[in-house]
């Protein structure tokens, strides 16, 4: 059974960082994915990685404050913030493809977390 379980979210103040962790289980997924979504406002990504770990892709947004990482070993997905902002507040998703290729399209994704909230304060 594929699942997707993520951890790390938390309530911090503008300019503190955090590290989000997604444990999969159930298969090995060629592309996995961070996505968001803030109240009111369209899920939205965030960032992407290959199997290897060699092709990231980010959002502008984040681009240059957050880092996403793989485990292969542990089957893990991780997403290190830094510099976080209010507007970063949301509910953060782990997403995963059997397919290789990293897209920003939500659509493009086969398996979904249930999220964990990351809340900023300013």
């Known amino acids: 059974q594929v699942q997707l379980v993520e951890s790390g979210g938390g309530v911090v103040q503008a300019g503190a960082s955090l590290r989000l962790s997604c444990a999969a289980s159930?298969?090995?997924?060629?592309?996995m994915a961070w996505f968001r979504q803030a109240p009111g406002k369209e899920r939205e990504f965030v960032s992407a990685?290959?199997?290897?770990?060699?092709?990231?892709y980010y959002a502008d947004a984040v681009k240059g404050r957050f880092t996403i990482s793989r485990d292969n070993a542990k089957n893990t997905l991780n997403l290190q913030m830094n510099s976080l902002k209010p507007e970063d507040t949301a509910v953060y998703y782990c997403?995963?493809?059997?397919?290789?290729?990293?897209?920003?399209?939500?659509?493009?994704?086969?398996?979904w977390g249930q999220g964990t909230q990351v809340t900023v304060s300013s």
């Open positions: 997403a995963a493809r059997g397919d290789s290729g990293v897209y920003s399209l939500s659509t493009l994704y086969d398996y």
């Open positions: 159930g298969r090995t997924f060629r592309a």
């Open positions: 990685i290959s199997l290897s770990g060699g092709n990231t």
